[in-house]
């Protein structure tokens, strides 16, 4: 058996290197590749389900469509909580493979999903209790109770959707891609299939939306439970023989999870701010077309985000390995890529505005919206192609385990340029609505520059820093002096 085949003798008769961990060991550019194609798959079909839901939400009138908007806010801060810890969740085992610390990275993918539960336990009844003044307090004004009866749905499946969010994360850890696009698609299409049965022919309206939510994700908790627990043919084991509790391993987790879902509150107040200035400059309506704008312009970025979740697994790999070389590729791959993907969205978005916005204006009670919502995505056509050095940008920060830079990343764009830019168009250059969406742009823009340069000046210094480059350990190996600190997986402080 030669050196780059062997494996850790311990682990061998149950848990064999996988494809998977040798992806994400080898070439960073092929690893993101072959990442990301299934997680774009899988996540443009769950975003379709997203433009489905709208679509089908557009039949109830504006109000209906508002009232999601309304949701939308603190919707997003419980998929940053779930997509935070999960990326906490991935740099943590990432980091643990690269470093060839097998039982390591088994403990950790535990700690994750019991993290999850723990947290869901705290979350949930508050949420449920206090749904309707909350989303008063974001603006609902006297579509408060019919949001609320949305939210209430959404929120008692807080623990769906941390647990499935963890299981995605356990699983493009160990470079399985394929396994959770499989549950992502199952998830999306039942969902797609569950709406128009629940909300006309049960009857339910927009509560009908969230139970083809709470089903759904019932569903792919059942799957990954399955794959984990009954048939354990992935790579990492998630039984109790690796496990023992361990605050430094939570800590390391939260000390990227967190920011990383503060990342996505920054998203939600930006989220709470332009409501509130769509509704000061152009009434409500106003907030039923951005929220409808808004998820064509989620489904465009899904490529770059899944690009990005690629890169925090790869840069967690090559950073707990110290090829740094192998970080430098990655972001620079990254970041091209998703630039050549915003720019050949953008072209399409903007030759069929009229068109996509006609999607969601085809009923009586919202055809009044469609200008609207199609001079919105005209506008955020310049949005798309400086997604990705600020989203790549964050993933190798949160790959690495430096969560807290990320967070600082996604605070200066979100509500230092976005928002600050958003205020001075609307209201000081009084440009109105369109000055709201002109002002995401700018923010966004100059947020994205910012981070790459960051990102770059940090992998920079990580190679100069290092000296001589260790060469590729395989499980069962021994490393030499130069290679045993990678056996020590780096956490939240860079010990």
């Given at each position: 058996?030669?050196?780059?085949?062997?494996?850790?003798?311990?682990?061998?008769?149950?848990?064999?290197?996988?494809?998977?961990?040798?992806?994400?060991?080898?070439?960073?550019?092929?690893?993101?590749?072959?990442?990301?194609?299934?997680?774009?798959?899988?996540?443009?079909?769950q975003s379709s389900y997203n433009v489905v839901n709208a679509i089908w939400v557009a039949g109830?009138?504006?109000?209906?469509?508002?009232?999601?908007?309304?949701?939308?806010?603190?919707?997003?801060?419980?998929?940053?909580?779930?997509?935070?810890?999960?990326?906490?969740?991935?740099?943590?085992?990432?980091?643990?493979?690269?470093?060839?610390?097998?039982?390591?990275?088994?403990?950790?993918?535990?700690?994750?999903?019991?993290?999850?539960?723990?947290?869901?336990?705290?979350?949930?009844?508050?949420?449920?209790?206090?749904?309707?003044?909350?989303?008063?307090?974001?603006?609902?004004?006297?579509?408060?109770?019919?949001?609320?009866?949305?939210?209430?749905?959404?929120?008692g499946g807080t623990v769906l959707l941390l647990f499935v969010n963890i299981g995605y994360a356990?699983?493009?850890?160990?470079?399985?891609?394929?396994?959770?696009?499989?549950?992502?698609?199952?998830?999306?299409?039942?969902?797609?299939?569950?709406?128009?049965?629940?909300?006309?022919?049960?009857?339910?309206?927009?509560?009908?939306?969230?139970?083809?939510?709470?089903?759904?994700?019932?569903?792919?908790?059942?799957?990954?439970?399955?794959?984990?627990?009954?048939?354990?043919?992935?790579?990492?084991?998630?039984?109790?023989?690796?496990?023992?509790?361990?605050?430094?391993?939570?800590?390391?987790?939260?000390?990227?999870?967190?920011?990383?879902?503060?990342?996505?509150?920054?998203?939600?107040?930006?989220?709470?701010?332009?409501?509130?200035?769509?509704?000061?400059?152009?009434?409500?309506?106003?907030?039923?077309?951005?929220?409808?704008?808004?998820?064509?312009?989620?489904?465009?970025?899904?490529?770059?985000?899944?690009?990005?979740?690629?890169?925090?697994?790869?840069?967690?790999?090559?950073?707990?390995?110290?090829?740094?070389?192998?970080?430098?590729?990655?972001?620079?791959?990254?970041?091209?890529?998703?630039?050549?993907?915003?720019?050949?969205?953008?072209?399409?978005?903007?030759?069929?505005?009229?068109?996509?916005?006609?999607?969601?204006?085809?009923?009586?009670?919202?055809?009044?919206?469609?200008?609207?919502?199609?001079?919105?995505?005209?506008?955020?056509?310049?949005?798309?192609?400086?997604?990705?050095?600020?989203?790549?940008?964050?993933?190798?920060?949160?790959?690495?385990?430096?969560?807290?830079?990320?967070?600082?990343?996604?605070?200066?764009?979100?509500?230092?340029?976005?928002?600050?830019?958003?205020?001075?168009?609307?209201?000081?250059?009084?440009?109105?609505?369109?000055?709201?969406?002109?002002?995401?742009?700018?923010?966004?823009?100059?947020?994205?520059?910012?981070?790459?340069?960051?990102?770059?000046?940090?992998?920079?210094?990580?190679?100069?820093?290092?000296?001589?480059?260790?060469?590729?350990?395989?499980?069962?190996?021994?490393?030499?002096?130069?290679?045993?600190?990678?056996?020590?997986?780096?956490?939240?402080?860079?010990?």
């Amino acid at each position: 058996m030669t050196a780059s085949d062997s494996i850790d003798a311990a682990c061998l008769p149950r848990r064999p290197e996988t494809a998977g961990v040798q992806l994400l060991r080898g070439d960073p550019k092929r690893a993101i590749i072959h990442l990301s194609l299934p997680m774009i798959a899988a996540m443009l079909l769950q975003s379709s389900y997203n433009v489905v839901n709208a679509i089908w939400v557009a039949g109830l009138g504006s109000d209906a469509m508002a009232a999601i908007g309304f949701v939308t806010p603190v919707f997003m801060i419980l998929m940053g909580l779930g997509n935070g810890i999960g990326a906490g969740a991935t740099s943590a085992i990432a980091r643990r493979i690269g470093a060839c610390d097998r039982k390591g990275a088994n403990n950790a993918a535990v700690h994750g999903l019991l993290l999850a539960v723990g947290l869901a336990a705290i979350l949930t009844f508050p949420l449920i209790l206090f749904a309707e003044p909350l989303l008063t307090l974001f603006g609902a004004g006297a579509t408060a109770p019919l949001a609320a009866t949305y939210a209430r749905v959404i929120f008692g499946g807080t623990v769906l959707l941390l647990f499935v969010n963890i299981g995605y994360a356990v699983l493009r850890a160990e470079g399985d891609a394929k396994r959770a696009m499989y549950a992502m698609v199952a998830s999306a299409l039942l969902n797609i299939v569950l709406d128009p049965i629940l909300i006309y022919w049960f009857g339910l309206g927009i509560t009908g939306a969230a139970w083809g939510v709470l089903i759904s994700m019932s569903m792919v908790t059942a799957i990954l439970l399955y794959w984990f627990f009954v048939r354990r043919d992935t790579f990492l084991s998630l039984g109790w023989e690796d496990f023992h509790p361990d605050r430094r391993l939570i800590g390391d987790m939260l000390h990227v999870g967190l920011p990383a879902s503060l990342e996505f509150g920054l998203m939600s107040a930006l989220s709470i701010t332009v409501n509130w200035m769509l509704v000061a400059t152009a009434g409500t309506d106003a907030v039923a077309s951005y929220t409808a704008g808004w998820r064509v312009v989620m489904f465009a970025i899904i490529p770059v985000a899944a690009i990005g979740t690629s890169v925090v697994s790869v840069a967690g790999a090559s950073y707990g390995a110290r090829r740094y070389d192998k970080l430098r590729t990655a972001h620079q791959f990254g970041v091209g890529l998703g630039m050549g993907i915003g720019i050949a969205l953008s072209a399409v978005v903007y030759v069929f505005a009229h068109q996509i916005a006609w999607i969601f204006a085809y009923s009586p009670q919202s055809a009044h919206l469609a200008p609207i919502i199609a001079a919105f995505l005209a506008t955020m056509c310049f949005f798309f192609p400086f997604v990705a050095p600020g989203m790549i940008s964050s993933s190798v920060f949160q790959g690495t385990g430096k969560g807290f830079y990320s967070l600082v990343m996604s605070l200066i764009r979100s509500l230092v340029f976005c928002a600050f830019f958003a205020y001075v168009f609307a209201f000081v250059l009084d440009m109105g609505e369109s000055g709201v969406w002109w002002g995401i742009v700018t923010g966004n823009t100059l947020g994205g520059i910012v981070g790459f340069l960051w990102a770059r000046f940090y992998v920079m210094r990580l190679i100069r820093l290092s000296g001589p480059r260790p060469p590729d350990l395989a499980f069962g190996v021994t490393p030499g002096p130069a290679e045993a600190a990678a056996d020590e997986p780096r956490g939240a402080g860079d010990r």
